[in-house]
């Protein structure tokens, strides 16, 4: 008898099924997709996005203006909202436009005349005012540093001389 009890209490051990399984993962895995970025948040990852566009836009116009030493007049406008590149008054195609992500703010510090807002490079690839399309300036007058702010802090350096980075020129 004690036989017939033992094999009972081995058969009563209950589980979850394998259905019943696949569907609390699905639940978990469409839990996860909506609402994991609203509680975890982009982290500033648009941040970083914007800096690397950033940079590959100064690069480009830094060597557009290195390869056309005629024309003295490639470099960048900038904006509260948006980074443009500037190619001697010609029209830019709205997908070379950089937009500044709306919880983010872009400073651009340097001691060159009117940096703020704009900027050009000349023949060396040295960041100049745009008072260098009507006369030439030389390299070595002031490193551009470009800060965006938002969630973490991201830094471009233009050193005096040319060179691109990522971080603060300090």
Avoid: W
Wanted: charged share 10%; glycine share 8%.
């Amino acid at each position: 008898m004690r036989n017939i009890i033992a094999s009972k209490n081995v058969n009563n051990q209950q589980g979850f099924t394998l259905v019943e399984l696949i569907i609390v993962i699905v639940l978990v895995g469409i839990l996860a997709v909506t609402a994991g970025p609203r509680i975890f948040g982009s982290g500033g990852v648009d941040q970083v996005v914007t800096e690397r566009q950033l940079m590959s836009l100064l690069r480009l116009q830094q060597q557009q203006a290195m390869q056309d030493v005629v024309n003295r007049c490639y470099g960048v406008s900038f904006t509260s909202t948006q980074v443009a590149p500037y190619d001697c008054g010609q029209a830019v195609s709205a997908q070379r436009l950089i937009n500044v992500p709306n919880d983010n703010t872009l400073t651009v510090v340097s001691s060159i005349l009117g940096a703020t807002s704009e900027l050009r490079f000349n023949a060396l690839g040295c960041p100049v005012s745009v008072n260098h399309a009507t006369a030439a300036e030389n390299c070595g007058q002031s490193s551009v540093e470009i800060q965006i702010a938002g969630p973490n802090a991201r830094n471009l350096c233009i050193q005096s001389q040319g060179y691109i980075r990522v971080g603060s020129c300090s």
